[in-house]
């Protein structure tokens, strides 16, 4: 359905919608050559950072202005639509007066809701899509927040960008791939054609074709790849951009799973399968639900002793058994300590809870 979405905006959209370009517009030679190199092949827009927000100054922050003109000149020489990021009003206008065909609004803005408000402010009564990167941290809130922003402007072509979340913990990718989060969007608002940027997730042009398939099997609408000519002399991220040859090679190999089968034996299995989970899951509720049950006697006898409602020693002896016991269930550490701190909370929540109405 996005991608039908996507189409209906004007854009080209063939296997897949694919977005592409350098991660900045460094010189019009540059700019020029990577489009020449995408031009004709399938790609829906070429993508270019023309200002480029920074962790620390000193860096590269971009071209500035020049940099929408060599684009327009890419735009009239090979025919592909144009699009960048936008972080203010400033660049709206920008990148408006130049006509540009796609704008989107970055991490780091999407973070802040003071400056979406003034970038949807920017872009009322115009016709432009825009897609929203989701923020840094894991905060769906945010980015549900900033398309809402966008749509009370009157921005009604409106798609999200999935580019991964921060995290301190040590990984093989730049941002944690966090796929719940894009899953929950697509939840919550079917309607936004989603597409996935691998490049930032990944950090590591290596790495990219991985996420990029993975983001296929879980029905995203598109791509968002960074391509350059000669990545070793980007001026910014230059480890995980793609040569255009490398990137045309990876969408050549993707495989775009359907949501649905055809197959009668195929179906007949899957709602034996899914009759099964079902089940199961009936019985888990209700485990849960006994077990919350017991928690709340629990509480109630800690208020009474005037014991507190966190034990660290036997939470620290919980988490160690249950991940000792899933392990041995074939489940990862990972897992069973979400399930484990997610029960956790909510038993923490009924104590406190039981022991406020006591008080009262």
Known sequence: ???????????????????????????????????????????????????????????????GLKGLGWMDRARSETGLKIGTEVADPSHVEACLEYGLDVLWVGART?????????????????DVPVFVKNPMSADIGLWIGAIERLA??????????????SSSLEMRYRNAPAWKMPIELMRRMPEVPIICDPSHICGKADLVPTIAQEAMDLLFDGLMVEVHPNPPAALS?????????????????????????????????????????????????????SRMEIVEEMGRLKTQQNVSTLQPHRWQAILEDRVRKGLALELSEDFVLQVMQSIHEEAIRRQEADRVDGAG
């Open 1 to 63: 359905m996005g991608k039908d979405v996507i189409k209906a905006w004007g854009f080209p959209v063939d296997r897949v919608f694919l977005a592409a370009g350098p991660c900045s517009a460094e010189s019009e030679l540059q700019v020029l050559e990577t489009a020449r190199a995408l031009a004709g092949k399938g790609v829906g827009f070429f993508r270019a950072g023309i200002w480029k927000p920074r962790t620390r100054p000193g860096s590269f922050e971009g071209v």
């Open 110 to 126: 999407t973070t802040n809701p003071f400056s979406v408000q003034a970038i949807a402010d920017a872009l009322r009564g115009t």
């Open 152 to 165: 009370n402007a009157g921005v009604t072509k409106l798609g999200a960008i999935h580019r991964g979340v």
């Open 237 to 289: 991220d230059a480890s995980q951009q793609l040569t255009p040859e490398r990137f045309f090679s990876m969408v050549g190999q993707l495989q775009l799973p359907h949501e649905q089968s055809d197959s009668a034996v195929f179906m007949n299995r899957m709602s034996a399968l899914r009759e099964a989970v079902d089940e199961l899951d009936s019985k888990m509720l209700e485990l849960l639900g």
